[in-house]
């Protein structure tokens, strides 16, 4: 078992740990995540979902053993920020027309994307103007994961019967993580740098620019297990009802047929497992997570 989050070295957080870094135009989100997996000598990286090469913003990268659970940023919801260039004058009410695309929408990926062209819904919840110029819109946009933001663009200039394209992007949220705590690759370099110096009150101190991993799993409900149950699952087992501690109170009455996704933890607050609750803990004796990733 690793150490608590709070009591990791620096060492421990390159092995299991998450930087919130700010993208900079230029370099793939891929290029990005092996530069920063060579700066700290993770032996592997993954993010949090793709960026353009010309989008900035949120990009968290995980490190190490966190890449087990890559996969969650694939339910979480993205927030941006974009610029929306009309290609002529509107004449019709702008901001009704792009309330209209709050929806279900149907949308097929561009050609130059990683996944099949086939037709798709995806769900933008909030779609705001913030400010608007001309032919020029700075959109708010929150939305499912998967979104294509140009796309949205695109179709929103067809309806205003004026057509537009997608100017700058910038993502300021990805699930758990936000644009109010996002480092720069200058500020990982940096860091770093003080660390392996032994600084003793560097201008900023690497635990500032990696944190845990768990910090990404804090969307997710949590059931908190004995040591001896984390142990058993580090073998392979399920998480029986013995071995529960506490489930959160989100989880006490759900309807039937509801088996959400949950982060099982010790006391410490260390991840274990992410898996699905199958179960109460009231059985007694019956599976209350069935096992989906194990992370120690």
């Known amino acids: 078992m690793r150490s608590a989050p709070a009591d990791r070295t620096v060492d421990e957080l390159c092995s299991f740990g998450v930087i919130n870094l700010d993208k900079p135009p230029g370099p793939s989100a891929h290029e990005v995540t092996a530069w920063i997996r060579d700066m700290v000598g993770a032996d592997r990286a993954a993010h949090g979902g793709t960026l353009d090469p010309k989008v900035t913003g949120c990009l968290p990268i995980l490190l190490g053993d966190a890449v087990r659970f890559a996969q969650i940023f694939h339910q979480t919801e993205k927030e941006y920020v974009a610029v929306l260039e009309l290609h002529d004058t509107p004449t019709g009410n702008v901001e009704s027309v792009i309330s209209e695309f709050e929806a279900n929408l149907y949308q097929k990926p561009p050609k130059k994307s990683a996944v099949s062209r086939e037709l798709r819904t995806r769900e933008v919840y909030e779609c705001t103007p913030i400010e608007i110029q001309s032919r020029k819109v700075l959109l708010r946009i929150r939305c499912e994961s998967g979104t294509y933001i140009r796309k949205l663009c695109h179709d929103i200039g067809l309806a205003l019967g004026t057509g537009a394209h997608m100017g700058d992007l910038r993502r300021t949220t990805t ?5 109010r705590s996002l480092v720069t690759m200058q500020e990982v ?13 560097p201008p900023i101190n690497i635990t500032d620019v990696i944190a845990p991993a768990e910090a990404a799993l804090t969307e997710f409900p949590t059931v908190t297990i004995a040591r001896s149950a984390a142990q058993a699952v580090q073998n392979g087992a399920q ?5 529960v501690i506490t489930v959160d109170e989100s989880l006490e009455n ?15 607050g260390t991840a274990v497992c992410l898996g699905t ?5 009231d059985d007694e004796t019956g599976t209350v997570v069935k096992l989906e990733r194990v992370l120690v």
Do not use: H, I, Q
């Open 254 to 268: 759900l309807s039937a047929g509801e088996n959400p996704t949950v982060v099982c933890k010790t006391k410490d």
């Open 189 to 201: 370099a940096d860091g770093l740098a003080y660390w392996r110096e032994g600084s003793e009150d």
């Open 239 to 243: 998480v029986y009802a013995p071995g």
């Open 277 to 281: 609750l199958v179960g109460s803990p």
């Open 175 to 179: 699930g758990p993580f936000d644009d």
